[in-house]
T-cell receptor, first 111, second 111 residues
Framework: DAGVTQSPTHLIKTRGQQVTLRCSPKSGHDTVSWYQQALGQGPQFIFQYYEEEERQRGNFPDRFSGHQFPNYSSELNVNALLLGDSALYLC??????????FGDGTRLSIL | GIQVEQSPPDLILQEGANSTLRCNFSDSVNNLQWFHQNPWGQLINLFYIPSGTKQNGRLSATTVATERYSLLYISSSQTTDSGVYFCAVDDYTGGGNKLTFGTGTQLKVEL
């Protein structure tokens, strides 16, 4: 039973570029959440998707957007990248409010 | 939103020692999870414990929901226990169930 999978594992971009990160939830899970973890800090909630709709959003600018597909997989898009967007991006999946399970993350570096 | 604080921020142990990590939260919660983030960034579920006590091998956790705190006990610590320990609570503000993370406890276990 595969857990939460994220791709790519590492990514290097330059300021101003756009990036797309991908997440496949754990089998049986229908809710996907995205978190940003800057170095030395705890994960910060970006947004959550359920039934292909953004259900909840954290305090992140509109440059951060997402999508959930009918198979429950999800994408996180970030436009106009800033140096401060360098972080570990974590995807979590869950079902009906049960515990969230996390993928291994995508480490994004902005030059 | 809910505030989550953890103590101590840093902890150094000799292998074989025991420790207690604390998590305080500012409001009543329906869910509390403990995670271990290893040096490679993987966030591993340890406990889902909204109340009561659970044990898993050398680890155990207790949540006293009425007093808004949770404790994680590590017994006979091993070098593989090193990493950052986070507690996180479900915050239903806004309709979803985002996790609000604490500040973490950085644990280093030495030989």
């Amino acid at each position: 039973d595969a857990g939460v999978t994220q791709s790519p594992t590492h990514l290097i971009k330059t300021r101003g570029q756009q990036v797309t990160l991908r997440c496949s939830p754990k089998s049986g899970h229908d809710t996907v959440s995205w978190y940003q973890q800057a170095l030395g800090q705890g994960p910060q909630f970006i947004f959550q998707y359920y039934e292909e709709e953004e259900r909840q959003r954290g305090n992140f600018p509109d440059r951060f957007s997402g999508h959930q597909f009918p198979n429950y997989s999800s994408e996180l898009n970030v436009n106009a990248l800033l140096l401060g967007d360098s972080a570990l991006y974590l995807c979590a999946s869950s079902f009906l409010g049960q515990p969230q399970h996390f993928g291994d993350g995508t480490r994004l570096s902005i030059l | 939103g809910i505030q989550v604080e953890q103590s101590p921020p840093d902890l150094i142990l000799q292998e074989g020692a025991n420790s207690t990590l604390r998590c305080n939260f500012s409001d009543s919660v329906n869910n509390l999870q403990w995670f271990h983030q290893n040096p490679w960034g993987q966030l591993i579920n340890l406990f889902y414990i909204p109340s009561g006590t659970k044990q898993n091998g050398r680890l155990s956790a207790t949540t006293v929901a009425t007093e808004r705190y949770s404790l994680l006990y590590i017994s006979s610590s091993q070098t593989t226990d090193s990493g950052v320990y986070f507690c996180a609570v479900d915050d239903y503000t806004g309709g979803g169930n985002k996790l609000t993370f604490g500040t973490g406890t950085q644990l280093k276990v030495e030989l």
